[in-house]
């Protein structure tokens, strides 16, 4: 991307404070981007817990997806909701509109894992305009704010490399592969459908929020009991905010698979939360306890 380039806001999931989104709109005009908002972004449905009707976020995100002049696509904040839109969008409208950046976390995994599996398109997992860590009222999260300009303008250079790092081992080794993943329960909420997760031949990436440790057992194991970890390479763990110690049960179901397992990253629910490409290449290695990674147009993973 370039400072110029057009970007839209829209809300698949859950209804935003619409101070926080002007405010999250005001951050990234900021970098020197134009902003639009979709049509639909600060609508309530009558449920409360989602940012309006399933055919009208549907509509928004579409038509942002499909317009020649947006650049990237940044949905305002999680919640609940984004799975409710997967048969509803038109998918080869979409695939016909071409490579463009979707950007988000939380319940935006479940678009984050259907756009792998119908646009073929990486993906940015990464802070939300209307979210406390760019919205807040004095400052973006530092941190966050910077790794995210990082890699949406490629800091570091064409290929966009990023490095993050963690702060314990689970596993030691190296691997390398496609970065896929998200939110372990949409994760889970996914199995038995057409988006269903595979970490075949990748790095499986997994984070969550206010899940107690024996939730997070079961879904870990309705993953593996549906053969989601078959042929994973290795396995990135970030944030688990509020969710209790969550590595014994990680260390219990995750070191069987006898890949490298690195842990403690900051990105998902925590702050700081860094950004990082979903769909593309990623190396995660214990020595340094890290997660790197890059996109350019001659790199990407398949």
Not at 26 to 51: F, N
Not at 64 to 89: E, I, M, Q
Not at 192 to 200: A, D, E, N
Request: aromatic share 6%; glycine share 12%; charged share 20%.
């Amino acid at each position: 991307m370039q400072p110029g380039d057009t970007v839209a806001i829209v809300s698949p999931s859950g209804p935003p404070d619409a101070v926080m989104l002007r405010r999250g709109v005001e951050r990234l005009e900021s970098l020197g981007l134009k902003v639009v908002i979709g049509a639909h972004a600060l609508d309530r449905q009558e449920l409360g817990y989602l940012a309006g009707s399933d055919a009208a976020r549907a509509a928004d995100l579409q038509a942002a997806w499909c317009d020649p002049a947006v650049s990237a696509v940044f949905c305002c904040r999680g919640g609940y909701g984004a799975a409710r839109l997967l048969d509803r969008l038109d998918w080869n409208a979409m695939r016909a509109a071409g490579r463009k950046v979707l950007v988000g976390s939380s319940d935006i995994t479940a678009l984050h894992n259907a756009f792998a599996v119908e646009l073929g398109v990486p993906t940015l997992h990464g802070p939300m305009p209307a979210s406390l860590i760019i919205a807040d009222e004095k400052r973006p999260e530092p941190q966050s704010w910077e790794s995210l300009q990082a890699v949406l303008f490629g800091a570091d250079g064409p290929a966009h490399d990023y490095r993050v790092h963690g702060d314990r081992v689970l596993v030691p080794g190296r691997a390398e592969g496609v970065l896929s993943g998200g939110n372990l329960s949409l994760l889970a909420s996914m199995c038995g459908t057409r988006w269903q997760p595979s970490f075949q031949g990748k790095i499986a990436f997994l984070e969550d929020v206010t899940e107690e440790p024996y939730r997070i057992d079961r879904m870990l194991t309705q993953l593996l009991q549906a053969g989601v970890f078959e042929g994973v390479r290795g396995i990135a763990l970030g944030s688990w905010v509020d969710c209790g110690d969550p590595y014994p049960v990680l260390r219990d179901r995750l070191a069987p698979l006898g890949v490298p397992v690195v842990a403690g990253l900051p990105v998902g629910h925590g702050s700081p939360q860094m950004t990082v490409w979903l769909g593309a290449l990623g190396v995660i290695d214990t020595e340094s306890c890290s997660l790197a990674g890059r996109i350019g147009d001659e790199e990407q993973a398949r």
